[in-house]
């Protein structure tokens, strides 16, 4: 029985170009949600990084995990995600399972809800680990990346949904380049495919996680208010059919 109001937690998955930012941005927009973003700006090893993956990958996982990290600690502290002006009154979902402690349900009830631009799993089981894959990460730098991980991930708070952009490999093409960022425009295809057959094999492998997948190809929301509307609404007829969500959309 759900006897007490917190606030839902989400996060956008997808293969690199899928629309992630995009996603979350929309949906903290839309439905009046607290949005936890990528510092993209503040990685200074990432053009380093695609210059010279084999130098720079582990500096580069490195600060995206540990900035994720910092990020989610932040949720669980009280007045970290302060409500929208003219926000909902906020969602109704089960208190965590044995009484155990999760800060974004326990503290920030006061919220409407909680959108994350990429979940920290897919950080560690696809983008670095697809780096050990290709070898610019090598076995010891492998083995301290998923030490910091693993001494963190039980004190984190988990993702009630996990929203999955499913993109095809032309389209992702085609959005990184529209995007304009000069140190992605020598991503072969090849590193495209790895991530994507990662994320496949973290999902099929993650069955304590709640997977929604989104077609996406066709669906142009960063400049269509038609296809933001639409995308707004079948995430609203998803919440509802999993009954995950009491607010109007």
């Not at 690199?16 to 993209?40: C, P, Q, W, Y």
């Not at 083995?143 to 708070?157: D, G, Q, S, V």
């Not at 990662?198 to 929604?212: P, S, V």
Request: with cysteine; charged share 25%.
């Amino acid at each position: 029985m759900r006897t007490k109001k917190n606030p839902l937690y989400l996060s956008v998955a997808g293969t690199m170009g899928s629309g992630k930012t995009t996603a979350a941005r929309l949906i903290a927009d839309a439905l009046h949600f607290h949005l936890v973003e990528e510092n993209f700006g503040e990685n200074a090893f990432l053009p380093r990084f695609y210059k010279r993956m084999n130098r720079w990958a582990f500096h580069s996982q490195t600060f995206f995990l540990m900035e994720k990290i910092n990020q989610l600690m932040e949720i669980g502290k009280e007045g970290a995600c302060p409500s929208k002006p003219g926000g909902r009154s906020g969602v109704i979902l089960s208190p965590p399972a044995g009484g155990s402690k999760d800060p974004v349900r326990n503290k920030a009830t006061h919220i409407n809800g909680i959108v994350q631009d990429t979940p920290i799993e897919q950080d560690v089981f696809s983008y670095a680990k697809a780096q050990h894959v290709l070898g610019n990460m090598d076995d010891a730098e492998w083995r301290l990346y998923e030490k910091i991980y693993t001494t963190f991930e039980p004190h984190l708070p988990k993702p009630d949904l996990i929203i999955y952009l499913e993109t095809s490999l032309d389209e992702v093409v085609r959005r990184i380049a529209s995007r304009g960022r000069e140190y992605e425009k020598k991503i072969p295809k090849s590193y495209l495919i790895l991530l994507e057959k990662l994320n496949q094999e973290w999902m099929k492998e993650n069955k304590n996680r709640t997977f929604l997948k989104i077609k996406t190809d066709g669906l142009n929301i960063v400049t269509s208010t038609t296809a933001q509307k639409k995308f707004i609404h079948q995430l609203c007829s998803e919440f509802e059919n999993m009954h995950l969500v009491t607010l109007a959309c």
